[in-house]
T-cell receptor
Framework: EAGVVQSPRYKIIEKKQPVAFWCNPI?????LYWYLQNLGQGPELLIR????????DSQLPKDRFSAERLKGVDSTLKIQPAELGDSAVYLC??????????????FGEGSRLTVL | KNEVEQSPQNLTAQEGEFITINCSYS?????LHWLQQHPGGGIVSLFM???GKKKHGRLIATINIQEKHSSLHITASHPRDSAVYIC?????????????FGKGTKLSVKP
């Protein structure tokens, strides 16, 4: 079975341009996460979905970032317009959340964004 | 103070050495995750545990809930173990889906 699939793997854009990342989680996983990871740092949550509902988007810079998971399966993360400081790796992860715990996490390979 | 602290931040070892990476946390948790990230690569889940000890090959993870501490051990280390090891906890006090990450331990195993 395929793992978490992300695309594109790499993206280079000029500042003020838009960019979008796509994530297809593992089949059956109800929880999907978008994380931002800067070099040498741990992942930082941007948004978490349970099915199609965004249950935690408190760390998402809503003036320029948006995300959707319309059918509760795959998801897109968009930045418009991109800024130099947005250069980072954008990680998608999925798990099956139960009442007891998060469940094992599965990460995609990440999308590395470079803003020039 | 970070809610999840890892030590050491950087670790260099010779091939064959026994390695220990520590993780301390300050919140109530429902589970603790150990993750591995190779340079330029994605993150792989190594263990998820809420009590006791788990073993997979040369990797062993332990957790002491009372002391709020976990350790990841690597026996007979190999250069291919070189990676960043990240500890993350599911915050029981908050939403079950929330994860709090440590900053990672960068391991380099020399041949």
């Amino acid at each position: 079975e395929a793992g978490v699939v992300q695309s594109p793997r790499y993206k280079i854009i000029e500042k003020k341009q838009p960019v979008a990342f796509w994530c297809n989680p593992i089949s059956g996983h109800n929880t999907l996460y978008w994380y931002l990871q800067n070099l040498g740092q741990g992942p930082e949550l941007l948004i978490r979905y349970e099915n199609e509902e965004a249950v935690d988007d408190s760390q998402l810079p809503k003036d320029r970032f948006s995300a959707e998971r319309l059918k509760g399966v795959d998801s897109t993360l968009k930045i418009q317009p991109a800024e130099l400081g947005d250069s980072a790796v954008y990680l998608c992860a999925s798990s099956h959340l139960t009442d007891l715990n998060t469940g094992e996490l599965f990460f995609g390979e990440g999308s590395r964004l470079t803003v020039l | 103070k970070n809610e999840v602290e890892q030590s050491p931040q950087n670790l260099t070892a010779q091939e064959g050495e026994f390695i220990t990476i520590n993780c301390s946390y300050s919140v109530g948790i429902s589970a603790l995750h150990w993750l591995q990230q190779h340079p330029g690569g994605g993150i792989v889940s190594l263990f998820m545990l809420s009590s006791g000890k788990k073993k997979h090959g040369r990797l062993i993870a332990t957790i002491n809930i009372q002391e709020k501490h976990s350790s990841l051990h690597i026996t007979a280390s190999h250069p291919r173990d070189s990676a960043v090891y990240i500890c993350a906890v599911s915050d029981y006090g908050g939403s079950q889906g929330n994860l709090i990450f440590g900053k990672g331990t960068k391991l380099s195993v020399k041949p």
